[in-house]
């Protein structure tokens, strides 16, 4: 297809002759697709407006659509003639976006070619490509599957989702991977947010963003911490400026490297790598020191701050100075700045969760926002920005190996509660599971593997290598299907590769080939399938600020490729469960009617709101995008009048009963409603004697003047509330709480009476049940700093978690600093998204980062003989090593070394790129970081540490 490119001069000549639209006028000057070109983030000649010549007199057909990358969730106005994506828009009037695009979004038009897609179904036959028919690929494949499932039960395969479904999508997957009858299913979140997820969930009820990108027009202060907008959420960078510029707010960015971010602050922190804890404890010293703390705030909404007040009294001045590296002064600058200047947000990222003790950093975290009172006001709370553009909808949707959609448990109830939802026999649901046996629990209370987590996608590779005896199922795993995943985002890359290499199938089911196709040295055994991409089906995506959003269908689906829904359904069909899996979903051919897959959600998902966004809703909001306010994201007329953007989860009741959506979690000034709520009674009404149940504090417009419990039909009756129920109601109602009650009129009467349906509790800073009830600091596993390991150790390694051992002390206990000197860390580029697949595969984004690198302080160069731009090898203790370009820079301070992620295509030096099926290889090729990675797992949730370990450069 050929591109028209228009020099930037002569549109504004023209413009300037007043004969040019505006929109015309950016055509001309380079910027129809993007427009943070003003704020630098992109360079005009990067955003040329891009036509088909041939198509220039056919007539346009606009759609509507969200960009496919990070989870911001900007608009985008695709322009299709004669079935052909012909050109692209930023949406001007999107309340998100605003008109602005990175480099990313400002290229998704080249998905619409797809000239390094994965084109049709192939499967490898003797080392090479083989093409096949859906149909013979889809009976081979189910055929082998159907053959271990028989031999070694229904958790030998895994079934591997991604953050790129669309909800239905992901709703639909969990589903699947129920009625096939295991528990081993998960996605990207595990790898970047779970720890979040954890840790926020643990505080105050949800494990999710509070606010919006949005409402940080409201703060004063920013403290970022482990996150680099600029490059990985560049749109995000736009609010967080704003704030800057028009607010006066503070922006402090703490970081061990000085980022594009840090650039753009008013104070830069550099730490060491994987010591969060100690500076937050630091931060808290400060302000418990100084009575700098929210008095009321935690009389009236916290638990258990004392237990934290003692923690940090350890962490004085010059403990803190010690272990991270920042001086006294520069900590009691920034905890005086952020008690100054309220109300005051922080954002964190995969710099913070990506560790062993990931967990406890992100309670540390909510524990400084607890402390100074910044919960629950415009302007405060946690913006916890997402990596992939549904990846807040398929957390939601429980792609994930400990869960059910909505966050149910696996308990017997939960399954019983989706059962009904399902319109399914509960004793047929839980036939599909081995239930041979126990492999968890007790004697008296046994586990079987429908009531027990999954293998974390984190930790599958384990699930192959590990001894049979070890793991908490009937068999190792023996099957892999990849969905929509990059393997090179997750670390141990040898170990994965000798994975791939002794499982007995896998299949990728991808637009493009991933590196899973090329990693493994098979002849056989591996099976690709054809997915489309998002711009070629339709459905609801969730942003990182909890708003859904519809998406039209820009273009049909390319080549042979299908979109995954469909792709669910010809499995289920092969399996027999088709019927279970669409009882009251319509099917037209062999795809699954999307919005039916929404009411179904709808009708199941009252523990986080995805109640009341009906399909009819969404639709309302996508086509009345100029309607809604850009600081507050609430319509001001129009047909959505007084709902808020997207309906941010939770959107109480039915979507008959109209709620507005929640967009600030935690805002008691405003009715619930109206979209107010307080914390959440998730964790009882006492521990030892003592309330946990909010002090004299409530929502405006709450009958119940102080704290209160969850809503069940028994306290309905308690407070004289149950008749106003109607008569169906209180069929469905009986028996239930505000969770498991289908008809929601448990929840319609709470908040008539101006309560929250979860109850109105304190927050707590103490999560007795995790393995730290307070954030502690401990030394990473591959620490640089062997003397604060005795102070500060790792944990035991512990038998079974998550089906699996998990190893900690035993890796710390050996010294590698002498071989190893330097610390290992990573981090994202704004060119590249995720494991890079698609992006390398885009030819304007391949153009701007050729090179796979890392980057090394000068001194660090020059005691090992490299110069900048220099091939060289980074070496880790585990055995591995890459080769990569020298980038010689103080970006990063003596001793660490920085590798972005998004490469792949080459293993220690050698390059793969024959293994690609001809024409679908990547632009670019490069090491991938996670080749290096070396073990380390949370220690609630297995996420990955990828951000500390060691190694040792050498010249190539």
Request: charged fraction near 25%; glycine fraction near 10%.
């Amino acid at each position: 297809m050929k591109l028209t490119k228009v020099s930037p001069s002569s549109g504004q000549d023209q413009a300037k002759a007043g004969g040019i639209s505006r929109r015309s006028f950016l055509s001309a000057s380079g910027v129809a697709a993007g427009g943070l070109a003003a704020s630098q983030l992109l360079s005009p000649g990067m955003m040329q407006k891009a036509e088909a010549a041939s198509m220039s007199n056919k007539p346009v057909e606009t759609k509507r659509t969200i960009c496919t990358h990070c989870s911001v969730g900007c608009g985008i106005y695709a322009e299709v003639q004669e079935g052909v994506w012909t050109g692209q828009e930023p949406a001007f009037d999107h309340p998100f976006n605003r008109g602005a695009h990175c480099a990313k979004g400002a290229s998704v038009r080249e998905h619409g070619h797809g000239e390094r897609r994965l084109k049709y179904p192939m499967k490898l036959v003797g080392g090479k490509w083989q093409r096949v028919s859906w149909d013979e690929a889809m009976d081979e494949i189910t055929a082998k599957m159907m053959k271990i499932r028989e031999e070694s039960g229904p958790d030998s395969v895994y079934w591997l989702g991604s953050a790129k479904y669309s909800n239905e999508q992901a709703y639909l997957f969990r589903k699947f991977a129920a009625l096939w009858g295991t528990n081993n299913v998960d996605h990207q979140a595990r790898i970047c947010h779970s720890t979040t997820v954890a840790g926020v969930a643990n505080t105050w009820g949800y494990g999710a963003m509070t606010n919006s990108f949005n409402d940080m027009h409201h703060s004063k202060a920013m403290i970022l911490i482990g996150s680099n907008p600029a490059e990985a959420h560049p749109v995000a960078m736009q609010h967080i400026l704003h704030a800057k510029e028009r607010n006066k707010a503070k922006v402090i960015v703490v970081d061990p490297r000085f980022t594009r971010t840090a650039a753009k602050s008013t104070e830069y922190v550099r730490i060491r790598p994987g010591t969060d804890v100690p500076f937050i404890h630091g931060l808290l010293w400060h302000i418990f020191e100084n009575g700098w703390e929210d008095k009321t705030f935690i009389e009236q909404r916290v638990y258990g701050m004392d237990e934290v007040r003692e923690e940090v009294k350890k962490f004085t001045p010059a403990e803190v100075e010690n272990i991270t590296g920042v001086s006294e002064e520069q900590m009691r600058r920034v905890a005086q700045t952020l008690a100054e200047h309220k109300p005051g947000t922080i954002v964190w990222c995969m710099g913070g969760t990506q560790h062993t003790i990931g967990n406890n950093n992100t309670r540390a975290y909510c524990i400084l926002q607890l402390a100074l009172g910044n919960m629950g006001v415009s302007g405060g709370g946690a913006n916890i920005f997402r990596g992939h553009d549904n990846v807040q909808g398929a957390t939601d949707m429980c792609v994930l190996s400990h869960s059910l959609p909505g966050y149910y448990a696996l308990s017997a109830g939960a399954w019983k509660h989706w059962s009904k939802v399902w319109d399914l026999d509960y004793e047929w649901v839980k036939g599909r599971f081995d239930n041979r046996k126990a492999y968890e629990g007790t004697a008296e209370k046994p586990k079987f593997p429908m009531n027990t987590a999954g293998i974390p996608v984190s930790r599958w590779i384990d699930g192959v290598l590990e001894d049979k005896a070890n793991i908490a199922q009937n068999d190792n795993l023996r099957a892999m299907v990849f969905w929509g995943h990059a393997p090179n985002s997750q670390t141990r890359g040898l170990e994965q590769k000798k994975a791939m290499e002794k499982l007995d199938m896998m299949v990728i089911i991808d637009p493009y080939p991933t590196v899973s196709a090329i990693l493994p040295d098979r002849q056989d055994g591996i099976y690709l399938l054809p997915a489309s991409t998002q711009f070629e089906t339709y459905g609801s995506v969730t942003a990182s600020n909890r708003s859904l959003q519809w998406r039209d269908k820009v273009i049909e689906p390319l080549f042979e490729s299908l979109p995954d829904h469909t792709i669910m359904y010809k499995f289920a069909k092969k399996f027999g469960f088709e019927n279970e899996l669409c009882k009251h979903i319509k099917v037209n051919g062999e795809e699954p009617l999307v919005e039916d897959i929404t009411r179904e959600f709808n009708k199941g998902m009252w523990t986080i709101g995805y109640t009341g966004q009906s399909p009819e809703r969404l639709k309302e909001h996508q086509l009345n995008w100029h309607t809604f306010d850009f600081d507050t994201l609430k319509a001001e007329g129009g047909p959505a009048d007084g709902d808020f953007y997207g309906m941010p989860w939770p959107c109480w009741g039915t979507p008959e009963q109209k709620h507005p959506g929640t967009p600030l979690l935690y805002d008691n000034s405003k009715t619930v409603a109206e979209g107010g709520l307080t914390f959440r009674a998730r964790f009882g009404v006492e521990r030892d004697g003592v309330s946990l149940l909010a002090n004299g504090s409530h929502n405006v417009g709450s009958d119940i003047k102080d704290g209160h419990p969850e809503f069940s039909d028994k306290l309905l009756k308690q407070l004289g509330w149950w008749d106003d129920l109607t008569a169906e109601e209180k069929a469905a109602a009986e028996g239930k709480n505000w969770k498991t009650d289908l008809s929601g009129g448990i929840q319609r009467v709470a908040i008539k009476h101006g309560c929250a349906p979860f109850g109105n509790a304190k927050a707590r800073a103490v999560v007795w049940t995790f393995p730290d009830k307070v954030p502690v600091h401990r030394e990473p596993l591959y620490t640089s700093r062997r003397d604060l390991v005795e102070k500060y150790p790792t944990y035991d390694d512990r038998k079974s978690h998550y089906r699996l051992p998990t190893l900690y002390k035993s890796i710390q206990d050996k010294d590698f600093t002498q071989q190893f000197p330097v610390t290992l860390t990573s981090g994202r580029l704004v060119e590249y998204e995720g494991g890079g697949d698609e992006t390398r595969s885009n030819p304007w984004l391949a153009e701007l980062q050729q090179e796979m690198f890392a980057e090394i302080h000068p001194a660090d160069a020059n005691d090992a003989g490299i110069r900048d731009g220099q091939d060289m090898w980074v070496e880790t203790p585990e055995g591995a090593k890459i080769k990569v370009k020298a980038l010689v820079t103080r970006r990063v301070e003596r001793g660490v070394a920085f590798l972005p992620f998004h490469f792949g295509g080459v293993l220690e030096g050698k390059d793969l790129r024959s293994k690609y099926p001809e024409g679908a290889d990547p632009y670019v090729l490069g090491e991938s970081a996670n080749t290096a990675m070396t073990y380390g797992y949370d220690s609630v949730t297995q996420m990955q540490e990828s951000k500390v370990s060691l190694c040792r450069i050498l010249p190539a």
